[in-house]
Protein backbone atom coordinates (compact mmCIF):
# COMPACT_ATOMS: atom_id res chain seq x y z
CA UNK A 1 0.00 0.00 0.00
CA UNK A 2 1.36 3.22 -0.43
CA UNK A 3 2.20 5.74 1.73
CA UNK A 4 -0.09 8.38 0.23
CA UNK A 5 -3.09 7.48 -2.18
CA UNK A 6 -5.53 9.77 -4.35
CA UNK A 7 -8.43 9.47 -6.91
CA UNK A 8 -6.61 8.20 -9.75
CA UNK A 9 -9.09 10.44 -11.91
CA UNK A 10 -9.22 11.90 -14.61
CA UNK A 11 -11.77 14.06 -13.35
CA UNK A 12 -14.11 15.75 -16.79
CA UNK A 13 -15.64 19.16 -15.22
CA UNK A 14 -17.27 21.83 -17.54
CA UNK A 15 -16.69 25.31 -16.61
CA UNK A 16 -18.26 26.45 -13.14
CA UNK A 17 -18.52 23.15 -11.78
CA UNK A 18 -17.66 21.94 -8.36
CA UNK A 19 -15.41 19.08 -7.70
CA UNK A 20 -13.57 17.51 -4.81
CA UNK A 21 -10.26 15.13 -4.41
CA UNK A 22 -9.59 12.88 -1.90
CA UNK A 23 -6.32 12.03 -0.52
CA UNK A 24 -5.45 9.18 2.26
CA UNK A 25 -2.32 8.81 4.04
CA UNK A 26 -0.63 5.79 6.47
CA UNK A 27 2.16 7.03 8.64
CA UNK A 28 0.45 8.79 11.31
CA UNK A 29 3.83 10.50 12.00
CA UNK A 30 2.71 12.45 9.02
CA UNK A 31 2.67 16.21 10.62
CA UNK A 32 2.13 18.55 7.87
CA UNK A 33 -0.06 18.50 4.67
CA UNK A 34 0.43 20.25 1.32
CA UNK A 35 -1.30 19.83 -2.03
CA UNK A 36 0.86 20.94 -4.95
CA UNK A 37 -0.15 21.76 -8.93
CA UNK A 38 1.58 20.12 -11.56
CA UNK A 39 0.49 21.36 -15.08
CA UNK A 40 1.66 18.94 -17.93
CA UNK A 41 5.29 18.51 -18.64
CA UNK A 42 5.68 21.20 -15.76
CA UNK A 43 7.36 21.09 -12.11
CA UNK A 44 4.94 20.91 -9.29
CA UNK A 45 4.38 24.14 -7.09
CA UNK A 46 2.82 24.43 -3.93
CA UNK A 47 -0.99 25.31 -4.65
CA UNK A 48 -1.72 25.28 -0.56
CA UNK A 49 -1.29 24.14 2.87
CA UNK A 50 -3.60 22.06 4.67
CA UNK A 51 -4.35 23.02 8.50
CA UNK A 52 -6.51 20.73 11.00
CA UNK A 53 -9.46 23.86 11.17
CA UNK A 54 -9.70 23.54 7.47
CA UNK A 55 -8.07 26.62 5.34
CA UNK A 56 -9.77 28.49 2.13
CA UNK A 57 -7.69 30.34 -0.30
CA UNK A 58 -10.60 31.90 -3.02
CA UNK A 59 -12.12 29.23 -4.83
CA UNK A 60 -10.03 26.06 -3.17
CA UNK A 61 -11.10 24.68 0.14
CA UNK A 62 -8.96 22.39 1.84
CA UNK A 63 -9.54 20.05 4.97
CA UNK A 64 -7.85 17.90 7.14
CA UNK A 65 -8.97 14.85 9.01
CA UNK A 66 -6.14 13.26 11.59
CA UNK A 67 -8.73 10.59 13.08
CA UNK A 68 -9.49 9.53 9.44
CA UNK A 69 -5.85 10.46 8.01
CA UNK A 70 -7.69 11.77 5.30
CA UNK A 71 -7.11 15.17 3.49
CA UNK A 72 -9.55 16.67 0.22
CA UNK A 73 -9.28 19.94 -1.86
CA UNK A 74 -12.66 21.12 -2.86
CA UNK A 75 -12.71 23.81 -6.12
CA UNK A 76 -15.70 25.91 -6.40
CA UNK A 77 -16.53 27.88 -10.05
CA UNK A 78 -13.94 25.75 -11.81
CA UNK A 79 -12.06 27.55 -14.48
CA UNK A 80 -10.50 26.15 -18.16
CA UNK A 81 -6.96 27.25 -16.25
CA UNK A 82 -7.20 24.50 -13.43
CA UNK A 83 -6.85 22.32 -15.82
CA UNK A 84 -3.74 20.20 -13.80
CA UNK A 85 -2.65 17.26 -12.55
CA UNK A 86 -3.32 17.98 -8.47
CA UNK A 87 -0.55 16.14 -6.04
CA UNK A 88 -1.20 15.16 -2.44
CA UNK A 89 1.79 15.84 -0.24
CA UNK A 90 2.82 14.77 3.00
CA UNK A 91 5.40 15.71 5.51
CA UNK A 92 6.98 13.16 7.04
CA UNK A 93 8.28 13.61 10.38
CA UNK A 94 10.57 11.07 12.44
CA UNK A 95 13.81 9.70 10.95
CA UNK A 96 14.37 11.42 7.35
CA UNK A 97 11.76 14.59 7.68
CA UNK A 98 10.99 14.44 4.00
CA UNK A 99 7.93 15.50 1.29
CA UNK A 100 5.82 12.16 0.22
CA UNK A 101 3.53 12.83 -2.68
CA UNK A 102 0.65 11.41 -4.07
CA UNK A 103 0.46 10.32 -7.74
CA UNK A 104 -1.75 13.02 -8.08
CA UNK A 105 -5.24 13.35 -9.85
CA UNK A 106 -5.64 14.41 -12.80
CA UNK A 107 -8.75 17.45 -13.92
CA UNK A 108 -9.44 18.43 -17.41
CA UNK A 109 -11.93 21.57 -17.28
CA UNK A 110 -14.07 22.09 -20.21
CA UNK A 111 -16.16 24.78 -21.94
CA UNK B 1 11.34 35.92 -8.87
CA UNK B 2 14.19 33.43 -8.07
CA UNK B 3 14.03 30.52 -9.58
CA UNK B 4 15.85 26.54 -9.43
CA UNK B 5 17.85 26.39 -12.80
CA UNK B 6 18.09 22.99 -14.11
CA UNK B 7 19.83 21.37 -17.83
CA UNK B 8 19.45 20.22 -19.74
CA UNK B 9 15.57 20.19 -20.09
CA UNK B 10 15.78 17.03 -21.85
CA UNK B 11 18.09 14.39 -22.51
CA UNK B 12 17.95 11.28 -24.84
CA UNK B 13 20.70 8.71 -23.98
CA UNK B 14 21.23 4.73 -25.02
CA UNK B 15 21.13 2.34 -21.97
CA UNK B 16 24.56 1.80 -20.63
CA UNK B 17 25.47 5.28 -21.23
CA UNK B 18 26.37 7.88 -18.69
CA UNK B 19 24.28 11.12 -17.88
CA UNK B 20 24.63 14.22 -15.64
CA UNK B 21 22.47 16.26 -14.68
CA UNK B 22 22.63 19.92 -13.19
CA UNK B 23 21.09 21.73 -11.27
CA UNK B 24 21.48 25.61 -9.44
CA UNK B 25 19.40 26.12 -6.44
CA UNK B 26 17.59 29.64 -5.30
CA UNK B 27 19.99 32.08 -4.14
CA UNK B 28 20.68 31.54 -0.30
CA UNK B 29 18.99 28.12 -0.17
CA UNK B 30 20.59 25.90 1.96
CA UNK B 31 18.58 23.17 1.11
CA UNK B 32 18.81 20.89 -1.85
CA UNK B 33 16.74 17.80 -3.04
CA UNK B 34 16.52 15.63 -6.15
CA UNK B 35 13.24 13.67 -6.91
CA UNK B 36 12.52 11.17 -9.81
CA UNK B 37 9.01 11.32 -10.81
CA UNK B 38 8.12 8.36 -13.26
CA UNK B 39 5.06 8.87 -15.42
CA UNK B 40 2.29 8.85 -14.04
CA UNK B 41 3.82 9.08 -10.51
CA UNK B 42 4.52 11.47 -7.73
CA UNK B 43 8.21 12.64 -7.36
CA UNK B 44 10.27 10.21 -5.16
CA UNK B 45 13.41 11.59 -3.38
CA UNK B 46 16.51 10.37 -4.59
CA UNK B 47 18.72 12.81 -2.33
CA UNK B 48 18.64 15.55 0.10
CA UNK B 49 21.79 17.95 0.78
CA UNK B 50 21.95 20.33 3.65
CA UNK B 51 24.93 22.69 2.21
CA UNK B 52 27.40 20.00 1.10
CA UNK B 53 26.28 17.02 2.71
CA UNK B 54 24.49 14.56 2.49
CA UNK B 55 21.07 14.36 4.68
CA UNK B 56 19.47 11.75 3.47
CA UNK B 57 20.14 9.46 0.11
CA UNK B 58 18.22 6.43 1.51
CA UNK B 59 16.83 6.39 -1.78
CA UNK B 60 19.07 6.84 -4.13
CA UNK B 61 20.52 3.51 -5.86
CA UNK B 62 24.04 3.57 -5.35
CA UNK B 63 25.10 1.15 -7.50
CA UNK B 64 24.47 3.55 -10.75
CA UNK B 65 23.44 7.11 -9.25
CA UNK B 66 25.72 9.32 -7.36
CA UNK B 67 25.02 12.95 -6.42
CA UNK B 68 27.33 16.34 -5.55
CA UNK B 69 27.07 19.87 -4.30
CA UNK B 70 30.86 20.18 -3.39
CA UNK B 71 30.80 23.80 -2.71
CA UNK B 72 27.46 23.56 -1.64
CA UNK B 73 25.42 25.65 -3.75
CA UNK B 74 25.14 24.20 -7.38
CA UNK B 75 24.86 19.86 -7.64
CA UNK B 76 25.21 17.29 -10.28
CA UNK B 77 23.27 14.21 -10.26
CA UNK B 78 24.91 11.71 -12.19
CA UNK B 79 23.82 8.07 -13.32
CA UNK B 80 26.49 5.20 -15.30
CA UNK B 81 25.40 3.20 -16.86
CA UNK B 82 21.71 4.22 -17.58
CA UNK B 83 19.19 2.06 -17.50
CA UNK B 84 15.75 1.38 -19.57
CA UNK B 85 14.02 1.88 -16.68
CA UNK B 86 15.92 5.51 -15.45
CA UNK B 87 12.99 7.21 -18.28
CA UNK B 88 11.66 10.13 -16.15
CA UNK B 89 12.00 13.20 -15.31
CA UNK B 90 13.80 14.41 -12.94
CA UNK B 91 13.38 17.24 -10.45
CA UNK B 92 15.80 19.55 -8.41
CA UNK B 93 14.28 21.89 -5.40
CA UNK B 94 15.73 23.84 -3.02
CA UNK B 95 14.15 25.44 0.01
CA UNK B 96 15.59 27.82 3.08
CA UNK B 97 17.01 25.47 5.66
CA UNK B 98 16.62 21.57 6.48
CA UNK B 99 15.22 21.50 9.88
CA UNK B 100 12.41 24.30 9.64
CA UNK B 101 9.34 23.38 9.79
CA UNK B 102 7.58 22.14 6.56
CA UNK B 103 5.00 25.01 6.81
CA UNK B 104 7.62 27.88 6.42
CA UNK B 105 10.20 26.10 4.32
CA UNK B 106 8.58 25.61 1.02
CA UNK B 107 10.49 23.66 -1.31
CA UNK B 108 10.75 25.33 -4.93
CA UNK B 109 11.31 23.51 -7.98
CA UNK B 110 13.28 23.73 -11.22
CA UNK B 111 11.57 22.70 -14.62
CA UNK B 112 13.23 19.33 -14.55
CA UNK B 113 14.99 17.36 -16.88
CA UNK B 114 12.97 14.51 -19.15
CA UNK B 115 15.44 11.73 -19.59
CA UNK B 116 14.59 9.04 -22.07
CA UNK B 117 16.91 5.82 -22.36
CA UNK B 118 17.01 4.18 -25.74
Known amino acids: RKEVEQDPGPFNVPEGATVAFNCTYSNSASQSFFWYRQDCRKEPKLLMSVYSSGNEDGRFTAQLNRASQYISLLIRDSKLSDSATYLC????????????FGAGTRLAVHP | EAEVAQSPRYKITEKSQAVAFWCDPISGHATLYWYRQILGQGPELLVQ????????DSQLPKDRFSAERLKGVDSTLKIQPAELGDSAMYLCASSLRYGLAPSTDTQYFGPGTRLTVL
Open chain 2, 49 to 56: FQDESVVD
Open chain 1, 89 to 100: VVWRDGGYNKLI
